[in-house]
């Protein structure tokens, strides 16, 4: 196993600091920081900064669509907390590219959210809504939604409904309970739900290849042009260094925010 | 407690519910619509199907999938079952630092590892292909059958296996008769997962595919890019009856064993199961 995974790895990062020809494709090896120059292109720095921040949004986008979803599952009673369940889970289980080129289907043009829209007066002619970074954001806030209800659902599960009359008892009204009761007990669900969901987002490459349309562009894309079009190896390794390091980050910050939870 | 209203999330939840499932009611509308460009509605087909099978580079990709798809799970599960097993018996050193691997594994972009991967095979000349394939899916599909098969090996009590050594049984016996039925749960849910996460694969195949036959998803994914044709949803609904179909299968099977596994061997019942 380490020879598969730990082996290939430092290969990247080796190469990262190479050169290449791109006339013979010759590579030296040596330890250059060009390639890590090479990212402070305004252009690549573009992908850069696009990858985070549609990362950050549609993991916030999950958390919005995804707490109230799981919070109304978790007070269901058992029958329909299972049935509801298993409608969140059943598309995450069907072929995620089919569920990619799905999202192209509804946000087409002529698509029927188009014609939805247009129905109700709220937009007229066509959204051109598909091949942007909006349309990206949809797929992966649609892809990865159910990751982020699980986890929030499980701890919003074991909530002992005690401590919410405990609460009421003692004089708070519904809103108080849930901010003071609720959010603080369903916060390590909340972590794990934004990290699974955030992280991944960072690299993704299906979803920006299929609804951005080779436009708008991630990380994942231009490691992947680097590699199989250009041949830029060197370049390629340095992008997904970067995007390696950027995980980290987001990965300590995110425990650090796990670790203090109250109790 | 009382089931209180909740207008707020219940609206909420109706409409998260109803985003998840419209664009796959709309893959299946469309997968039998008579309608070339799918603006319209014009009548049902099945024509798309038709289509759909007797495309080769569907059906060599089909094949494919289902061989990567059938390897990485039985190689997943070797790994995982040896680690944890090797795990329950390693110092907590050992433990964390394999924990950490495998956390790792999880954590890791895939396009990092399909890059990385990439890299090795040029570099040693090592074919792309079938067995680049597996060896991809092997390395992150391995550590997600890990995690679950070490869940059950914590609930496993090393007396049942002490109790069959005492009574005559050798280690091979052992393992075979008490260990292996005691974690059948996990090693089922472990399959289960690896064979659905390797067929569904699109990244991993992509760049180790080489110039050979690629995956179903690859396929796919090249016909989207090309063009959209109303036959991408009949292989789309066809692909998803099928994980659906074989999730749910499976999903008895494991619910099932676990419950047959508590039984047979007397295992304390799990809180929450």
Redo the contacts between chains.
């Keep these: 196993m380490l020879a598969f995974f730990a082996v290939p790895l430092g290969m990247v990062i080796v190469y990262s600091f190479a050169t290449i020809s791109l006339v013979t494709f010759d590579i030296g090896f040596g330890w250059t920081l060009s390639n890590y120059r090479q990212i402070s292109d305004p252009l690549y720095l573009h992908t850069l900064v696009r990858s985070v921040v549609l990362s950050v949004s549609t993991t916030i986008g999950c958390l919005l669509l995804g707490f109230p979803l799981a919070y109304f599952i978790s007070r269901q009673p058992p029958r329909w907390q299972r049935l509801m369940l298993v409608l969140v889970i059943v598309p995450f289980w069907t072929s995620f590219i089919v569920r990619t080129y799905a999202i192209v289907n509804l946000l087409q043009n002529n698509g029927p959210l188009n014609d939805a829209l247009n129905g109700l007066g709220l937009v007229h002619g066509t959204l051109g809504l598909l091949y942007t970074p909006q349309s990206i954001a949809i797929g992966i806030v649609y892809s990865y939604l159910p990751l982020m209800v699980l986890p929030i659902y499980v701890s919003l599960e074991r909530i002992d409904p005690a401590l919410l009359d405990a609460a009421s008892d003692l004089g708070a009204n519904g809103r108080r309970a849930f901010w003071r009761v609720v959010l603080p007990l369903a916060r390590p669900g909340v972590v794990v739900g934004c990290i699974i969901v955030g992280i991944p987002a960072m690299g993704e490459y299906v979803i920006p290849e299929i609804l951005g349309g080779g436009k708008t562009l991630m990380l994942g894309n231009v490691i992947t042009d680097q590699y199989l079009s250009v041949g830029d190896i060197p370049f390629g390794s340095a992008i997904a260094v970067v995007l390696m390091l950027v995980m980290a980050v987001a990965l300590l910050v995110s425990r650090r925010a796990g670790a203090l939870e109250p109790g | 407690?009382s089931?209180?209203r909740?207008p707020?999330?219940?609206t909420?939840?109706l409409l998260?519910?109803l985003?998840?499932?419209?664009?796959?009611v709309?893959?299946a509308l469309?997968s039998v619509n008579q309608d070339v460009l799918?603006?319209t509605w014009k009548g049902a087909t099945t024509h798309w199907y038709h289509q759909a099978f007797d495309n080769e580079d569907v059906r060599a990709g089909l094949r494919q999938t289902v061989t990567v798809a059938a390897a990485t799970t039985v190689l997943s599960l070797v790994?995982a079952v040896t680690a944890a097993l090797w795990w329950r018996r390693a110092s907590p050193r050992m433990r964390r630092l394999f924990d950490g691997?495998t956390y790792l594994?999880i954590?890791?972009?895939?396009?990092?590892?399909a890059?990385?991967?990439?890299?090795?095979f040029s570099?040693l000349e090592f074919p792309l292909g079938t067995t680049a394939i597996v060896?991809g899916h092997?390395?992150w599909n391995?550590a997600y059958a890990t995690l679950i098969v070490q869940a059950r090996v914590s609930t496993l009590d090393p007396a049942l296996e002490d109790a069959a050594a005492d009574l005559g049984a050798n280690p091979w016996r052992t393992f075979r008769r008490v260990t292996i039925p005691g974690l059948l749960p996990g090693i089922a849910a472990a399959a289960l997962l690896a064979f659905?996460f390797s067929?569904?694969d699109?990244?991993t195949s992509?760049?180790l595919t080489g110039a050979g036959t690629s995956t179903l998803?690859v396929v796919?994914?090249s016909m989207?890019?090309f063009r959209?044709t109303p036959e991408?949803?009949a292989i789309?609904m066809m692909?998803?009856l099928f994980?659906?179909t074989m999730?749910a299968v499976g999903f008895i099977a494991v619910t099932k064993l676990g419950r047959g596994a508590r039984r047979s061997l007397a295992l304390p019942e799990v809180r929450g199961e």
């Excluded at chain 2, 985003?19 to 796959?24: E, G, N, T």
């Excluded at chain 2, 954590?107 to 590892?113: A, G, I, K, N, R």
């Excluded at chain 2, 890059?115 to 090795?120: E, S």
């Design positions: 407690m089931v209180r909740h707020f999330s219940a909420v939840a998260v519910i985003f998840l499932w419209a664009p796959l709309i893959v469309n799918l603006a790994l691997l594994r954590m890791l972009p895939e396009v990092v590892f890059v990385a991967l990439f890299l090795l570099r060896i092997t390395v391995s659905t067929f569904d699109v990244v992509f760049y998803p796919i994914l989207i890019r959209i991408i949803n789309g692909v998803m994980t659906v999730f």
